[in-house]
């Protein structure tokens, strides 16, 4: 059985994600461009970090549809 999660974290994961992933790309940019060659770790960590923001990304969006067409959320009252 899985633990609960407090709403905060739960409402955090994604950002923390998303921006975990723009840091880890932009620095590998950054630390490529000021080195002045891309080495495969450099190019690999880049992609982990746009990985990270798209899947925060979708994430988002994912729970936003769900919660959207959720019943709960349509039978709730005004």
Request: a positive charge.
């Amino acid at each position: 059985m899985r633990s609960w999660t407090p709403q905060t974290l739960y409402d955090a994961k994604p950002w923390a994600l998303i921006g975990i992933g723009v840091i880890m790309s932009i620095g590998m940019m950054l630390w490529s461009l000021s080195a002045g060659l891309w080495t495969v770790w450099r190019g690999l960590l880049c992609l982990a970090g746009a990985g990270f923001a798209i899947v925060g990304g979708a994430t988002l969006q994912l729970r936003q549809d769900y919660r959207a067409r959720s019943k709960w959320r349509r039978d709730a009252p005004p």
